[in-house]
Nanobody, 123 residues
Framework: QVRLVESGGGLVQAGGSLTLSCAASGLTFSNYHMGWFRQAPGKEREFVGVITKHGDGTDYTEAVKGRFTISRDNAKNTVALQMKSLKLEDTAVYYC????????????????WGQGTQVTVSS
């Protein structure tokens, strides 16, 4: 059974930093691209960023470029989302997801999802 478990969410002031982690089990981790998505209240889930299977490539949505960094440790089956200079509009539930094939920013193609972790940015 595949499990993705996010952790590290919480309340942070605008301008602050937070690092989310996602622990994967039940899959051959290095066979999967790992993505981060987020969903704000009343909005659709949106792509945040992705890291390729062996960590040699990353891509981010324009809104977080230069502020967010994704990294992974294939020996520990974990992926991290480091968030800096947080803004009010970064408030959302953050999800990690796994996909073995073609990377897309759409949510429907990703095979596995975590349950999400709440990030709240306050003024």
């Amino acid at each position: 059974q595949v499990r993705l478990v996010e952790s590290g969410g919480g309340l942070v002031q605008a301008g602050g930093s937070l690092t989310l982690s996602c622990a994967a089990s039940g899959l051959t981790f290095s066979n999967y691209h790992m993505g981060w998505f987020r969903q704000a209240p009343g909005k659709e889930r949106e792509f945040v960023g992705v890291i390729t299977k062996h960590g040699d490539g990353t891509d981010y949505t324009e809104a977080v470029k230069g502020r967010f960094t994704i990294s992974r440790d294939n020996a520990k089956n974990t992926v991290a989302l480091q968030m800096k200079s947080l803004k009010l509009e970064d408030t959302a539930v953050y999800y990690c997801a796994a996909e073995p094939g073609i990377i897309t920013q759409g949510t429907t193609s990703w095979d596995f999802w975590g349950q999400g972790t709440q990030v709240t940015v306050s003024s």
